[in-house]
T-cell receptor, first 117, second 115 residues
Framework: DADVTQTPRNRITKTGKRIMLECSQT?????MYWYRQDPGLGLRLIYY???????NKGEISDGYSVSRQAQAKFSLSLESAIPNQTALYFC????????????????FGEGSRLTVL | AQKVTQAQTEISVVEKEDVTLDCVYE???????LFWYKQPPSGELVFLIR??????QNEISGRYSWNFQKSTSSFNFTITASQVVDSAVYFC????????????FGGGTRLMVKP
């Protein structure tokens, strides 16, 4: 089983619908992230969380919200989906900086492909 | 602000050719990490290498090698004797102490290796 699991893996929805992408991890990491991938733009950070009570906006948070339900779970919501949110979404985790050496390496889920019509 | 540029959006080679993927980064930190990830057609992201800013020694892993040049802020990736299975999108990324220790990714280079 994957250490970082995303559901659903594929979703097609319509403009205006509410969508939730879920992420769970078994790596025991405190830090979790949501990235969005668009062709030619690489991965851009949407939101991140350093522990259960911590939520931070990333580079492109507008139109998204997140919930950190537990150390192992971090969900991404699109309250009212629009076509330009069509993308591949990745959840990731990383070690906290207290570990030595801290490298910031991200461990990714398999991605959730979202299409908004 | 930190930035990663992969100027080559797409490269096409014939099997067995060598190919180099360029990565140029910008950071004001003296301590940082650089990464390469591979994304095959199946879509997952596969970690390839991590390099810290204090170690400029080039690294070789099988057919893969990485050339870190601090003087030119580059961290290029070479595949020797490319194979069809190397076809993928490759991402270079940077982590420094700014921006909450986040990884900043380049736009990616799509490599197509033809038989």
């Amino acid at each position: 089983d994957a250490d970082v699991t995303q559901t659903p893996r594929n979703r097609i929805t319509k403009t205006g619908k509410r969508i939730m992408l879920e992420c769970s991890q078994t790596k025991g990491h405190d830090r979790m992230y949501w990235y969005r991938q668009d062709p030619g733009l690489g991965l851009r950070l949407i939101y991140y969380s350093f522990d259960v009570k911590d939520i931070n906006k990333g580079e492109i948070s507008d139109g998204y919200s997140v919930s950190r339900q537990a150390q192992a779970k971090f969900s991404l919501s699109l309250e009212s989906a629009i076509p330009n949110q069509t993308a591949l979404y990745f959840c990731a985790t990383s070690d906290p900086p207290g570990l030595t050496p801290f490298t910031g390496e991200l461990f990714f889920g398999e991605g959730s492909r979202l299409t908004v019509l | 602000a930190q930035k990663v540029t992969q100027a080559q959006t797409e490269i096409s080679v014939v099997e067995k050719e060598d190919v180099t993927l360029d990565c140029v980064y910008e950071t004001r930190d003296t301590t940082y990490y650089l990464f390469w990830y591979k994304q095959p057609p199946s879509g997952e992201l596969v970690f390839l290498i991590r390099r810290n800013s204090f170690d400029e020694q080039n690294e070789i892993s099988g057919r893969y090698s990485w050339n870190f040049q601090k003087s030119t802020s580059s961290f290029n990736f070479t595949i020797t004797a490319s194979q069809v299975v190397d076809s993928a999108v490759y991402f270079c990324a940077l982590r420094d102490n700014n921006a909450g220790n986040m990884l900043t990714f380049g736009g990616g280079t799509r490599l197509m290796v033809k038989p």
